[in-house]
């Protein structure tokens, strides 16, 4: 199975930023469908971004747009998520997963999670 690890987290200011990345050891990450979800205390996991394996397409959450930018690394063999403007409501614990095809909020169409990464936004 493949394995993800979750980086970048951490505690931010209203209005900040944070750039976390995504990697995984001994499997190439382009070869797959990326995506970001996030899950706070007593809330369902939410989709908040994924990038396509085959064209790089993207999308994102209502909530992220035009704060949140997923990118690839080849180089390093990372997925990044970007995220700037931080809110309150973006708190936290971040995953990313790796899947396969087209790209999806529901977090049941990938398989392979990482431990996630704790990101909070306060004051």
């Known amino acids: 199975q493949l394995q993800l690890v979750e980086s970048g987290g951490g505690l931010v200011q209203p209005g900040g930023s944070l750039r976390l990345s995504c990697a995984a050891s001994r499997f190439t990450l382009d070869y797959y469908t990326i995506g970001w979800f996030r899950q706070a205390p007593g809330k369902e996991r939410e989709g908040v971004s994924c990038i396509r394996s085959s064209d790089g397409s993207t999308i994102y959450a209502d909530s992220v747009k035009g704060r949140f930018t997923v990118s690839r690394d080849n180089a390093k063999n990372t997925v990044d998520l970007q995220i700037n403007s931080l809110k309150p409501e973006d708190t936290g614990v971040y995953y990313c997963?790796?899947?396969?095809?087209?790209?999806?909020?529901?977090?049941?169409?990938?398989?392979?999670w990482g431990q996630g990464t704790q990101v909070t936004v306060s004051s």
């Open positions: 997963a790796a899947g396969q095809g087209v790209c999806s909020s529901d977090y049941r169409n990938f398989g392979s």
